[in-house]
């Protein structure tokens, strides 16, 4: 005679432990420096070298000649990059949406009207959107400043290390032209005229935004 099996009851809104999900694992973030190669897939051209802001809460980029116009009741910018430092040969004529206009504070303390356009980054192997704010970088060491939103939930910064996440697109860094070194540039390691970093103070953010974020991680010397 075949043995009587009791069915397993569970009260209401409680299910048999096997058939519980698993809690899903938050995949780590990936660590960023704090300056790495970003292009534009949208744009084209060559890499970009950033300076990675972590209190900059919207990323900024060089921009010039910005046109404002209507495509299909739209706001569009029409802008020009240069990508490259000392470079005014070198120029990609870009096209973005406008998305916002929003009031800045500059490195010098003074507040600008800038407008924000949204477009694709690479950073690594990573492809996504961000918001770019469109303003005038000449005297800066960097053509490009990367911000807390565009690092927020993907990256930390190890602040003593440079391009973690790769070369630039083509596979090569650009030396610093020594037969400029005596006239112009940014510092590093001391050496007046190269434009490789150095400790610049570019702390350009909205005026509402904190002065720094938890994203940053600091290398144990």
């Given at each position: ?123 690594g192997e990573d492809v996504f959107e961000i918001d770019l704010s469109l303003t005038r970088r000449d005297q800066m060491g960097y053509r490009m400043l990367l911000g807390r939103r565009a690092l927020k939930k993907r990256y930390v910064v190890d602040s003593g290390r440079s391009y973690v996440q790769g070369p630039s697109k083509s596979g090569r860094r650009r ?47």
């Amino acid at each position: 005679m075949g043995r009587e099996v009791k069915a397993t009851q569970h009260k209401p809104g409680t299910m048999a432990a096997s058939q519980r999900k698993a809690p899903l694992k938050k995949e780590p973030l990936k660590i960023v420096g704090w300056r790495e190669w970003v292009a534009f897939p949208e744009f084209g051209g060559p890499s970009v070298r950033a300076k990675v802001d972590t209190g900059a809460r919207t990323s900024a980029i060089h921009a010039r000649n910005v046109k404002i116009t209507m495509r299909e009741g739209r706001e569009i910018a029409e802008f020009d990059i240069y990508p490259h430092q000392r470079d005014s040969q070198t120029v990609l004529h870009c096209r973005a949406p406008i998305v916002a206009r929003r009031r800045i504070r500059n490195s010098g303390g003074d507040v600008q009207d800038r407008v924000i356009v949204r477009t694709t980054i690479r950073l690594g192997e990573d492809v996504f959107e961000i918001d770019l704010s469109l303003t005038r970088r000449d005297q800066m060491g960097y053509r490009m400043l990367l911000g807390r939103r565009a690092l927020k939930k993907r990256y930390v910064v190890d602040s003593g290390r440079s391009y973690v996440q790769g070369p630039s697109k083509s596979g090569r860094r650009r030396k610093p032209d020594l037969r400029k070194s005596i006239t112009g540039g940014g510092s590093v390691g001391g050496v007046p005229g190269t434009d490789d970093g150095g400790h610049e103070h570019e702390r350009g953010d909205e005026t509402n935004a904190q002065p720094s974020s938890p994203l940053t991680k600091r290398r144990a010397k």
